[in-house]
């Protein structure tokens, strides 16, 4: 199991950028697909963005691609979600979420895009956009 956590939310204005970071001290870190999801007051997680194990193959959802970019340092066990042009609508609290993954999946090289699929979670770290 992997413990997860997130740092690097804030308080921005409209148009600022912020790279939220999730940390591990898992050892399967290295072989985890690893997703963002948020989720704003009132409403379900929803899915931001995904990255395989290698970090080579990425997935975004229409709401923030082309403003953000996913990415990881597996000698660091940390993924990273920079987030720019940042808008009211992406106010929520942002989570981090990884999956192990072993045999074709790890030889696809895959991403998940739904929250069921992961198994580790972390605590999530607020992001609040003002207008």
């Known amino acids: 199991q992997v413990q997860l956590e997130e740092s690097g939310g804030g308080l921005v204005q409209t148009g600022d950028s912020l790279r939220l970071s999730c940390t591990t001290s898992g050892r399967t870190f290295s072989w985890s697909a690893v997703g963002w999801f948020r989720q704003a007051p009132g409403k379900e997680r929803e899915f931001v963005a995904a990255i395989s194990w290698s970090g080579r193959t990425t997935f975004y959802a229409d709401s923030v691609k082309g403003r953000s970019t996913i990415s990881r340092d597996n000698a660091k066990n940390t993924a990273y979600l920079q987030m720019n042009s940042l808008k009211p609508e992406d106010t929520a609290v942002y989570y981090c979420?990884?999956?192990?993954?072993?045999?074709?999946?790890?030889?696809?090289?895959?991403?998940?895009?739904?929250?069921?699929?992961?198994?580790?979670w972390g605590q999530g770290t607020q992001v609040t956009v003002s207008s």
């Open positions: 979420a990884a999956k192990t993954v072993g045999g074709i999946a790890y030889m696809i090289d895959v991403y998940f895009t739904q929250a069921n699929q992961y198994t580790d």
